[in-house]
């Protein structure tokens, strides 16, 4: 609803996070959708257990890659003009990997689907806290992780339903292709929706700035906050420029320490997000609530259930992150996470792996490790999974905010990929508890290195940014 020519519009800005968002969106169900199509991947390809983890895995080898990019060519392009190139990859992707009958082929378009979610993960929440005023826009910005967390539900959710309108997900289904490759096609219906959508917001004013394009600056600023505000804001923005050259690579270096203090503060959340071990947490998920007395029949339940729960703990953060701030926020999560985790140590002490790698625990512990892994999941949502994301859109100078996004986005993505890549030998040589061991220990890491390096953001305009 617009409010007048001095207050700008409310309803604009809602409508321009809900477009960046849908980003959110295919990142998660990206993610999920390939959980259905292991079973067809194999049969189709002809893979090994290895060749089937490369295979899988490869998208988040796009991932690094298309964060990386992503970060310098917003600052040469435009952030819009960047997410509309990923939408443009997630729908090829998506249509490409469905229709594939040669691996090469398939691996080249999951490449490329991972370089969209990569450069969405990091160009969406940018976007979004260079759009949104200051005292909403932790609120506006986590909204992105409850549209990662809804993607990737909503891929559970169409993956059961294909494969039970065509008996298994190997099974022809409709149009000669196998449920499988639908669970990618259908991908493609939300990548068009997002590419259409992009073409109806605003580029971001910050870049339209850095680029001396100050009319369209100033149009947009207008829209946003009212004509009063937007002059005010221009000149502000105007000055966190620099005067002798546009934002370029170099501006996150400081000798002697590679980067400079805000680069290695990005680095530390980015990195540690992955540390705790948030994207492995429920390896032994199903065969731990078989423990605790579910059945097979359970599975999407189980998934449901845990989307909703995780998007029920983000809704916390939307309440608080505005209130409390981003770095209490943090701190609450990385405690919880430490404990919750090492109750897991606890039950996995006492249990062994049978011959077919199948965790075996007692009815009580095992209630004990569904338990933790809930409460982790919990702590995670309604923490470091949307702050992180957040605070690397909001916490950078204006100068520099492509090209750290570019480092601590290429960093966060790697981190995830090695986390991932190292679980299964660290769960076979080490075992379960040393493995979980790790990741409780870097909870507690990342508790004392927010303590000491990250600063509060919360309210101040992305102008005050320091470092």
Known sequence: MERGENQGSLGFIAAIVAVATIGGLLFGYDSGAVNGTQDGLRAAFGLSDASLGFTVGSLLIGCFIGAFLAGRLADVFGRRNVMMVAAALFLCGALVQGASHDHIIFLIARLCGGMAVGTASVLSPAYISEVAPANIRGRMTTIQQVMIITGLTAAFVVNYFLAKAAGKSTNMWWGGFEAWRWMYLMQALPAAVFLVALFFIPESPRFLVSRKRDDEAATVLTRLFGAAEAKVKLTEIKGSFSKDHRPRFSDVLAPGTLFRPIVWAGLVIAVFQQLVGINV?????????????????????RNIISGLVSIAACFVTIMFVDKIGRKPLLLIGSAGMAVALFAMVFAFHSGSLDAAGNLQLSVHNGWIAVIAANLYVIFFNASWGPIMW???????????????????????????????????????????TPTYTFYAVSAVISFFLVKSFIHETKGKELEQMEG
């Open 281 to 301: 947490i429920f390896y032994y998920g199903e065969t731990l609530w078989k423990l605790a007395g579910a059945t097979e029949d359970t599975a999407l339940q």
């Open 390 to 432: 957040v605070m690397l859109g909001e916490m950078f100078p204006n100068q520099i905010r492509g090209s750290a996004l570019a480092v601590c986005g290429f960093a966060q993505w790697f981190a995830n990929y090695l986390i991932a890549q190292s679980f299964p030998v660290m769960a076979a040589k080490l075992g379960l």
